[in-house]
């Protein structure tokens, strides 16, 4: 059976970016940024192994799956207590393999079991920090929703959960979206405007972590479209592919949280979301073959270089990136 989650994500968000009234694609400037994109770093992507558990078979699943059930929280990574040289993202992924590595992986009732207070000793957080605190709580959320999810569907495997989706990504996108914290769908205007960030993003960090092979063998992963967050939008901004108004910017520059679900959130991310695919398009034409995955990886490490690390990004508490 057909699964259409993925038209309905590109759907929704080409909906928003041509009716959007905060953010703008400059259109006129896709084809020549997309000519000037290094393509050929965006197909050889990898894992950074100091920073994930890597190599070691089922628990390296369960270790992405775990991952991405937690990879969310940018808004609140201002506060977070960063290892040396790395960022939110990375400080969290290499606190969670650092647990792996010295205790294992969880089990499914691990997973139930644990506590805000556990998240903060695993993160190695202040939990004085009131920012990090509710963090810590939404982490343990996520978390005891993952294993209660896996404990009732599928005997408390991790592998089960992916086996179940018989080589799809579309079908682990499914799968996972059943899961209230996965499920990344916002409402603008009346129209439903799915994102699925994260349950997008575990089906290609299981393909890069097995080499498309195993847990990580997807057939579809071309259908993916890029994981919209605050990151790549905020790339496509500062490359003027997306104008913000100047109101809006200030906002951002001065720190003020962007509310999940506004206008101007959804817009941020659909516009990012839609212009990558219009990128896509003309590398596709021009006769440079690449997926929205590849594309994604390449403008996300692009965001963390210098020049754009110095300017500041919108930032939202939400559960979905």
């Known amino acids: 059976m057909r699964i259409r989650l993925l038209e309905q994500v590109r759907a929704g968000c080409k909906t928003v970016a041509e009716q ?6 400059e259109f006129d400037r896709i084809p020549a940024y997309a000519a000037a994109l290094p393509v050929s770093e965006a197909r050889r992507p990898a894992h950074d192994p100091e920073c994930h558990y ?3 078979g089922d628990d390296t699943a ?3 799956l775990t991952l991405d059930s937690i990879n969310f929280g940018s808004g609140y990574f201002p506060h977070l207590r960063k290892h040396t040289g790395r960022s939110g993202y990375f400080t969290v992924a290499g606190c969670l393999t650092a647990h792996f590595k010295e205790n294992g992986s969880f089990s499914a009732r691990d997973l139930i079991r644990l506590t805000a207070a556990d998240c903060t000793r695993i993160f190695a957080q202040d939990p004085g920090n009131a920012p990090i605190r509710e963090l810590m709580g939404l982490f343990a959320r996520a978390l005891n929703e993952l294993g209660a999810y896996l404990q009732t569907n599928f005997g408390g495997s991790f592998t089960g959960l992916i086996a179940a989706a018989g080589t799809s990504a579309e079908g682990l996108i499914q ?3 059943k899961m209230p914290c996965f499920n990344d769908v916002a409402r603008w205007d009346g129209v439903e405007v799915p994102f699925y960030k994260r349950a997008q993003l575990t089906a290609a960090d299981l393909a890069l972590a097995f080499n498309g092979k195993g847990p990580g063998r997807f057939e579809d992963l071309d259908h993916l479209t890029i994981f919209a967050d605050n990151l790549v939008p905020h790339v496509l901004r500062v490359d003027k592919i997306l104008h913000y108004p100047a109101k809006l910017c200030s906002r951002i520059e001065a720190g003020d949280l962007i509310a999940a679900g506004s206008r101007e959130e959804i ?4 516009c990012a979301l839609h212009a990558v695919e219009l990128i896509k398009a003309a590398l596709n034409e021009a006769g440079q073959p690449i997926n929205a995955m590849a594309l ?4 996300w490490n692009r965001g963390q270089q210098p020049a754009y690390k110095s300017i500041p990004r919108h930032r939202t508490r939400t ?3």
């Not at 817009?267 to 659909?270: C, D, H, L, T, Y």
């Open 20 to 25: 959007a009234s905060h953010i703008q694609i």
């Open 54 to 56: 890597l190599n070691r």
């Open 62 to 64: 369960a270790f992405f």
């Open 175 to 177: 799968l996972l979206v």
């Open 267 to 270: 817009e941020i991310r659909a």
């Open 296 to 299: 994604d990886f390449l403008l």
């Open 319 to 321: 559960l979905f990136y």
